[in-house]
Nanobody, 120 residues
């Protein structure tokens, strides 16, 4: 079983910074990649950033240069450092994990989401 615990959301003024964390609790599970997605009101969920177990990263164009994803493999934790936040970054941010369970095979797990609100 895999569980994700997210933290770090909140309210910040435009131009400010926030750091999101997502810790995975997994047994008999090999993590391949972790990442962050977001969903703004009335919009579809979209990719923000992902990072593989080898450290390869991928970013949405809208956040490149402002957001940095990192990962602590020893702690099975992924971080999203967000700088120069804009009101359009306001959304619920979801942690995502993909990997392979010894019992169940390939799995994809989502966190419950953490709200980020950027005021103008």
């Amino acid at each position: 079983q895999v569980q994700l615990v997210e933290s770090g959301g909140g309210m910040v003024q435009a131009g400010g910074s926030l750091r999101l964390s997502c810790a995975a609790s997994a047994s008999l599970f090999s993590i391949n990649a972790m990442g962050w997605y977001r969903q703004a009101p009335g919009k579809q969920r979209e990719l923000v950033a992902t990072i593989t177990s080898g450290g390869s990263t991928n970013y949405a164009g809208s956040v490149k240069g402002r957001f940095t994803i990192s990962r602590d493999n020893a702690k099975d934790t992924v971080y999203l450092q967000m700088h120069s936040l804009k009101p359009e970054d306001t959304a619920v941010y979801y942690c995502n994990l993909s990997g392979t369970s010894v019992i169940a095979g390939d799995l994809e797990v989502w966190g419950e989401g953490t709200l980020v609100t950027v005021s103008s």
